[in-house]
């Protein structure tokens, strides 16, 4: 079944329309139909704290376990961003794995991406950090 426009502004209305969370929510599309993700936020909502923190949770048990490890290592690089080196060289991963592990935080609209196409740069979302630090690393 394909999901209509009316779909899109039904989960746009869910979360507030705000643009990260409908990017988060978005990318969890290729992990369950747009209808149960809509009624799941409905469930778990009760705030833009909830929201993001349902949001991230969803994300984060979906992730593999490098590409969980990738996302951790972000924690200790730049605001600004890093380049595929210095991501590169935190990862203890093969090359192969460490690509999908990057592909796969692409995938679930984790990466923020500037710089050019020489040299990009890498970075997380404040909220994306702060979901690491409070609800991760504590937990842990």
Do not use: C
Not at 68 to 78: E, I, P, T, W, Y
């Amino acid at each position: 079944m394909r999901a209509t426009a009316q779909d899109f502004a039904e989960l746009s209305q869910v979360v507030g329309g705000i643009p990260l969370a409908i990017k988060l929510a978005a990318a969890q599309l290729s992990l369950r139909p747009l209808k149960q993700i809509v009624q799941n936020i409905r469930q778990a909502s009760m705030g833009t704290d909830k929201l993001y923190q349902y949001l991230y949770w969803q994300t984060w048990q979906a992730l593999h376990d490098p590409t969980q490890l990738l996302l951790l290592s972000f924690l200790s690089a730049d605001a600004e961003g890093e380049d595929i080196d210095f991501l590169r060289s935190m990862s203890s991963e093969t090359d192969e794995q460490f690509y999908e592990a990057l592909r796969e935080l692409d995938q679930f609209s984790l990466l923020e991406v500037s710089g050019d196409a020489a040299r990009p740069l890498y970075r997380l979302h404040r909220l994306t950090v702060t979901f690491l630090q409070t609800d991760i690393l504590n937990r842990w």
